[in-house]
């Protein structure tokens, strides 16, 4: 699954959403892989006219200070796409905008609307708390999802744990510190290629329901597809972070892929920059992590 490449503004360090941060919080972004820097109270004046620092020293040294940065020219990588998978095949059923939580797994569980669902071995719903008041939307099942029917449980997985709980939530979490997550695909595309638009344009529904049921208070969209779905818009990511968009009247957070910071580690600093803007946009949750287990 590619991501779309960062573009290449040319924007000076932001260093105002920086939070405190606490030893949990600081450990959790040890782990995203993310060097922690602020700056010295008398050289922040200095740095906002400083030059942007080299992709080079960015690699070696990512800081969470960046809220966007200047980039190397994108490569562009493209993904050949295999014929469009016959639509659809057994429509939506009538109604999906009034179901409620148990009816709408329900009817994604038994879905034949599009191709995917001969190739799928389960649908991927969701997960996490239905009363979590941010929620994240992701793209669509891989293999390890397909195979254990919950989203993000790989690699990339992990990193969006660690994401999560660097901000305060998990998805065991509950209310104010937890994150429901959900795909704008609930089945895994075969050999996990892109998402074809009249599978997203099929699937859309669903989640359109899953976040009227949420009611998320916010939306961490991850990665291209997820972008595309929930903001009808072609711009890449690099365009779109760093604002407070909204679908259907929920504020909506742009940021990275955690399949793709894991290809490009450099980049972990301005998905840091995107939580804390998300942090900004809704508040801190209070006090520590509370976990169902
Ligand atoms: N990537 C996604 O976007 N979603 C998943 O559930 C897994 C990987």
Same mark, same amino acid.
């Given at each position: 699954m590619n991501e779309n490449p960062p573009d290449s503004r040319d924007e000076s360090p932001d260093t105002s959403f920086v939070p405190r941060l606490d030893v949990r919080q600081r450990a959790m972004l040890a782990e995203m892989g993310v060097r922690v820097?602020? %700056? /010295?109270?008398?050289?922040? +004046?200095?740095? &906002?006219?400083?030059?942007?620092?080299?992709?080079?020293? +960015?690699?070696? &040294?990512?800081?969470? +200070?960046?809220?966007?940065?200047?980039?190397? #020219? =994108?490569?562009?990588?493209v993904q050949a796409s295999p014929p469009p998978a016959d639509l659809p095949q057994v429509p939506l059923p009538d109604g999906v905008d009034q179901m409620d939580w148990a009816t709408l797994q329900v009817t994604v569980a038994s $879905?034949?609307?599009?191709?995917? $669902?001969? #190739? !799928?071995?389960?649908?991927?719903?969701?997960?996490?708390?239905?009363?979590?008041?941010?929620?994240?939307v992701g793209e669509a099942p891989g293999e390890n999802e397909d195979r254990q029917g919950e989203p993000f449980v790989g690699a990339a997985g992990q990193l969006l744990d660690n994401m999560l709980r660097a901000v305060g939530r #998990? !998805?065991?979490?509950?209310?104010?510190?937890? +994150?429901?997550?959900?795909?704008? *695909?609930? $089945?895994?595309? =075969?050999?996990? !290629?892109?998402?074809? %638009?009249?599978?997203?344009?099929? $699937?859309?529904?669903? *989640?359109?329901r899953q976040v009227a049921l949420?009611? %998320?208070?916010?939306? *961490?969209?991850?990665? /291209?597809?997820?972008?595309?779905?929930?903001?009808?818009?072609?711009? %890449?990511?690099?365009?779109?972070?760093g604002q407070v968009h909204q679908y259907r009247g929920v504020p909506v957070i742009v940021t990275y892929h955690p399949a793709y910071l894991l290809r490009t580690p450099t980049d972990k600093a301005k998905a840091w920059a995107d939580l804390c803007l998300a942090l900004e946009t809704v508040g801190a949750p209070p006090g520590p992590v509370s976990t169902k287990d």
């Open positions: 820097w602020a %700056p /010295r109270e008398d050289a922040s +004046a200095r740095q &906002a006219t400083e030059p942007v620092q080299t992709d080079r020293a +960015a690699a070696a &040294a990512p800081t969470v +200070a960046v809220r966007q940065r200047a980039d190397a #020219s =994108p490569q562009v990588v $879905c034949r609307a599009c191709g995917l $669902c001969e #190739s !799928r071995q389960n649908t991927v719903f969701g997960a996490g708390d239905t009363q979590a008041d941010w929620m994240v #998990s !998805r065991s979490g509950v209310g104010t510190q937890g +994150a429901y997550i959900a795909n704008v *695909l609930k $089945c895994r595309p =075969p050999a996990n !290629r892109n998402p074809l %638009p009249a599978e997203v344009a099929q $699937c859309e529904p669903y *989640l359109a949420l009611q %998320p208070r916010l939306i *961490l969209a991850m990665g /291209r597809f997820a972008v595309q779905a929930l903001l009808k818009t072609n711009e %890449p990511i690099g365009k779109l972070r």
